[in-house]
């Protein structure tokens, strides 16, 4: 089951990712990316191991963001890959075939080939202009969003879809009326003064029966 609610990590350090979890953890999240880039893989590994033991008593997923090996070494979840990243089938081979891979996506030729590639699920975006990632893709919005879901409906796919990039709680109601799965947030957790007042409310409303339009 692919949660509705994913934080995707933020930290310069092995303690600010060590200390962004751990919150975001005590404040409910259930499914944690570990995302640490342009650091080498051995310095990933290091702090995944650890992320992993803080996952365990909580029964959190642990996802690590671009580096299948470190995720078979640390035995994580699983993995997410950008779309220039490594292909979903070495990715596959490395990681195990009950493992999770999600994929990144921007238009729906992206998530075609993402479901192609038998992701478990996508994370689509961005929402909006974000500062958290490089070189980012051309932004959709809602109308883009409504757009693509419409599109896959009418295709009969109905592979999770996640939503990304810079989501703000008040983008929840009208979000969710296009179908998508869920969201990803990093920032809108990582700074909230009240993150588990804030993780309660997004769960509550990722509950809410979601309207396709």
């Known amino acids: 089951m692919v949660s509705k609610l994913h934080y995707i990590s933020q930290g310069h350090s092995p ?7 751990q919150r ?23 702090v995944a191991i650890a ?33 220039t990243d490594m292909s ?9 075939p009950d493992k999770i891979i999600g994929g ?24 909006r202009f974000t500062t958290t990632k490089e070189k980012l893709s051309p932004i959709l919005g809602l109308e883009g969003y409504h757009a693509i879901m419409h599109q896959l409906r009418s295709r009969a796919i109905s592979i999770p879809i996640i939503a990304i990039g810079g989501l703000q709680q008040e983008d929840l109601p ?3 009326k296009t179908g998508v ?3 990803a947030v990093s920032g809108l957790i990582t700074q909230s003064a009240e993150k588990e007042t804030l993780v309660t409310n997004l ?11």
Do not use: M, S
């Open 104 to 127: 990144t996506a921007n238009t729906l030729e992206d998530i075609l080939q993402r479901v192609d590639e038998q992701c478990t699920y996508v994370g689509l975006g961005p929402f």
């Open 203 to 213: 769960k509550a409303l990722l509950d809410e029966e979601q309207i396709q339009v």
């Open 24 to 46: 975001a953890l005590d404040a409910g999240c259930d499914w944690i990316q570990l995302r640490w880039k342009n650091v080498p893989a051995q310095e990933v590994e290091q």
């Open 88 to 96: 979903v089938a070495v990715a596959r081979q490395i990681v195990g």
């Open 181 to 183: 799965h869920g969201i």
């Open 174 to 176: 009208a979000l969710l």
């Open 51 to 83: 992320i992993r033991a803080l996952c365990e008593p909580y029964r959190a997923k642990l996802i690590i963001n671009d580096f299948p090996d470190v995720a078979h070494a640390v035995d994580a979840h699983g993995v997410h890959l950008g779309l």
């Open 15 to 21: 303690a600010e990712q060590l200390r962004n979890i």
